[in-house]
Structure formats: C-alpha cells, structure tokens
C-alpha cells in the first residue's frame, strides 16, 4: 500500500490518508491471521466452530 505526497499536504494528513487506505483494503485482518502459523486441520476446526455457532443463533428456538 502507497500514498503519493500531495504538494503543501501535511505529514497528519497524508498519514490519514494512508490509515484509510488501510482499512479500506482490508489489510489488517488478513495481515492479523497471519502473524502465525495454523495448520489446515486447525483451520477446518476453526470454521466448524464458527458454522456451528452460526447456526446456532440463526435456529429460533421453541418454548
């Protein structure tokens, strides 16, 4: 991710740009994900638990 310096923009200002640019990519959470290593069992786990979780909250429940 690169953000030109535009001419008499402040260092804040490009510094703000550049954040946003940031989240608007979605860099973060995929930079977050891969600080370490999971292996792919850990990750087929992972996604059962969230799938179940899901469907747990999506089912009404009955008296």
């Not at 001419?7 to 940031?22: H, N, T, Y």
């Not at 608007?24 to 087929?44: G, N, Y």
């Amino acid at each position: 991710m690169s953000v030109d310096l535009r001419p008499g923009e402040s260092q804040e200002s490009l510094l703000k740009r550049f954040r946003k640019a940031v989240a608007e990519a979605r860099i973060l959470p995929i930079v977050r994900q891969k600080r370490w290593f999971t292996s792919k069992s850990e990750v087929r786990r992972i996604k059962k638990q969230k799938a179940i979780r899901k469907a747990q909250r999506t089912v009404p429940r009955f008296l």
